[in-house]
């Protein structure tokens, strides 16, 4: 069924942080003609990680709606090594070294992408013929001022770290590429905006029409601290294989597996979040959901169900002894436990002070989960929790319904 451009416009608003600018959008669908949507990869790591998943899937949903993706293989701009986000200038690739990576890309991107509705192409193709007197030329294009206003490069200036020249070329050189690429539209990371804002001025300067700007939301690391990143190590790569993926996913917070779900498998959260707010469905069958899931897209059904069987296979051999005591909850069944309280009720700590202290140590488990938070929801089906510090303390504490 053929879907008009308000309809491509109003579908692709969901999960974007932002369309610059979207009447410009609309008017190119309005063309009729297929549009040119580029998305630039430096292939500084060899593998994609759910990171990259994010924009793909964005891509991928263009591509459905007739467009025709570009993934641009930035070969060139990866010996010189995206400044974007860093404190320090980052250590050039050999040649060498990109091509390698690149390869692996190639392979790794029709993971999510239609092949045939996908254009591959590496910036080397015109970066390695530009003279020397262009290069000039398209460094006129912008001023160190203007630079500046790119805040990793605002904070390195203002604390006196160095910043190399060939830094400055690095958005230049990506705004460049979208000018040889005729890109009707480029999609990318937050953190890209300002490049992507370039490629935008480099076109008009040159009598082209302007793309069309789409960012994506950042997908935190399993540490929920930094975007995901191979360099940082918190990446979940799309490659790795079942078990290691699914238990990664496993590891990452509850706050953070909100974040996943509504990034990585849209239109699901809603009724999972139900689940939990109902008290239905426990956090750790939804991560495992969610970990099954993402492994079964990347792998199939059968590695994924097998890779969850495996973690809950392990998990029962770290389990504790079938004979542990119990401790009847004092008072009403709870729908939300403070952590401290429960700790102390059940006699494994002696003040709240130490029951915060461990928690913050990620020492106390309840259900073989670590727990971050002060505060634990009870689902409705639950009578009972295993409570556990360290790998020798833990009571089983019961809950009566008499008493709610």
Excluded at 27 to 52: E, I, N, W
């Amino acid at each position: 069924m053929k879907v008009s451009p308000a309809e491509q416009v109003a579908a692709l608003r969901a999960g974007v942080v932002e369309i610059v600018p979207e009447d410009q959008l609309l008017a190119k669908l309005q063309s009729g003609k297929p549009l040119r949507v580029k998305f630039g990869a430096d292939p500084s790591m060899p593998d994609l990680h759910l990171g990259h998943v994010v924009v793909l899937r964005k891509l991928r949903q263009l591509q459905d709606f007739g467009h025709q993706v570009v993934f641009l293989i930035g070969d060139f701009t990866g010996m010189i090594g995206d400044p974007t986000g860093r404190s320090e200038t980052r250590k050039a690739l050999s040649r060498a070294q990109v091509r390698e990576n690149a390869k692996s890309y190639e392979e790794q991107v029709f993971r999510v992408l239609d092949p045939t509705r996908t254009e591959i192409r590496f910036n080397s193709e015109w970066m390695d013929a530009m003279r020397a007197s262009e290069m000039v030329q398209l460094g006129a294009s912008y001023t160190v001022a203007r630079m500046l206003e790119r805040e990793d490069f605002a904070t390195r200036f203002g604390a006196h770290r160095p910043i190399g020249i060939h830094e400055f070329l690095y958005p230049l050189i990506q705004g460049y590429d979208s000018v040889e690429l005729g890109a009707d539209v480029e999609v990318g990371g937050t953190d890209q905006r300002f490049n992507l804002l370039v490629g935008r001025e480099l076109q008009r300067d040159r009598g082209l029409d302007p793309q069309v700007v789409i960012t994506m939301p950042l997908l935190e690391g399993t540490d929920g601290s930094a975007k995901m990143s191979k360099s940082m190590g918190n990446a979940v790569g799309i490659t790795e294989p079942p078990a290691e993926m699914f238990g990664k996913l496993m590891s990452i917070s509850d706050e953070l597996m909100a974040r996943y779900y509504e990034l990585l498998v849209p239109g699901v959260w809603g009724e999972v979040r139900g689940g939990l707010d109902r008290g239905e469905l426990h956090p750790m069958e939804a991560k495992k959901r969610l970990a099954r899931q993402l492994v079964a897209d990347f792998h199939g059904a059968d590695a994924a169900d097998a890779a969850r069987r495996g973690f809950e296979q392990r998990f029962q051999e770290r389990s504790l002894p079938a004979d542990l005591p119990m401790h009847a909850w004092q008072g009403p069944r709870p729908t939300e436990i403070a952590v401290p309280q429960l700790l102390r009720e059940a006699g494994l700590v002696a003040s709240a002070a130490e029951a915060r202290r461990l928690i913050t140590q990620r020492a106390v488990r309840i259900e073989g989960e670590r727990i971050d938070g002060l505060v634990y929801a009870l689902a409705a089906n639950v009578d009972r929790l295993t409570v556990q510090i360290g790998s020798r303390r833990a009571v089983v504490v019961i809950f009566s319904e008499n008493n709610s």
